[in-house]
């Protein structure tokens, strides 16, 4: 069945890198997504990436996608305290040759050290 | 150029009431999921419209339903709530033949809902 599974917990060092990884389940997936969720707020999108790319860098993320392994990572250079929050990794499924919903892992949350 | 609203921002509610929650999709999408997103938790899917009718449903059960309009705004209704549907309800827009760069889904800030 579909299935997102992700870390629960991260705690790095301001400055440092983070990784946060993912793992799923379908390969019909079309999308991958990572989602930012800070307290009390609702869900910040972050980036996606093609299923058919290996990776996609945008300023301090990039995100590295092995289909194969269907293991999604999301890397924050340089994390600052401002990056603390819980990231949800979500595959978009194929539907009737578009998107359709999001599967959605239950976050990792990220803790930034100063 | 807003984003996706919705109202109300909280709302308590007692077991067996009705209750109706309502979205604004961004400018520009045509499309409308809901999510559930119980504490500690990630968001479950319910359901999703376009065109005004359901297009898409989770595995949710009946006293869950909705409705888009022709402005492509929509609502969720629960019927005979139970203190289990308390959660953060929140909708999300997307366009669902987006070409390529027209393929994000953005979430609005959500409803919390809880139930007595």
């Known amino acids: 069945g579909e299935d997102v599974e992700q870390s629960l917990f991260l705690s790095v060092r301001e400055g440092d890198s983070s990784v946060i990884n993912c793992t799923y389940t379908d390969s019909s997936s079309t999308y991958l997504y990572w989602y930012k969720q800070e307290p009390g707020a609702g869900l910040q999108l972050l980036t996606y990436i093609f299923s058919n790319m290996d990776m996609k860098q945008d300023q301090r993320l990039t995100v590295l996608l092995n289909k194969k392994d269907k293991h999604l990572s999301l890397r924050i250079a340089d994390t600052q305290t401002g990056d603390s929050a819980i990231y949800f990794c979500?595959?978009?499924?194929?539907?009737?040759?578009?998107?359709?919903?999001?599967?959605f892992g239950k976050g990792t949350k990220l803790s930034v050290k100063p | 150029d807003a984003g996706v609203t919705q109202s109300p921002t909280h709302l308590i509610k007692t077991r067996g009431q009705q209750v109706t929650l309502r979205c604004s999709p961004k400018s520009g999408h045509d499309t409308v999921s809901w999510y559930q997103q119980a504490l500690g938790q990630g968001p479950q899917f319910i359901f999703q419209y376009y065109e005004e009718e359901e297009r898409q449903r989770g595995n949710f059960p009946d006293r869950f339903s909705g409705h888009q309009f022709p402005n492509y705004s929509s609502e969720l209704n629960v019927n005979a709530l139970l203190l289990g549907d308390s959660a953060l309800y929140l909708c999300?827009?997307?366009?669902?033949?987006?070409?390529?760069?027209?393929?994000?889904?953005?979430f609005g800030p959500g409803t919390r809902l809880t139930v007595l």
């Open positions: 979500a595959e978009s499924l194929n539907y009737g040759g578009s998107q359709g919903n999001l599967i």
């Open positions: 999300a827009s997307s366009l669902v033949w987006g070409g390529a760069g027209d393929n994000e889904q953005f």
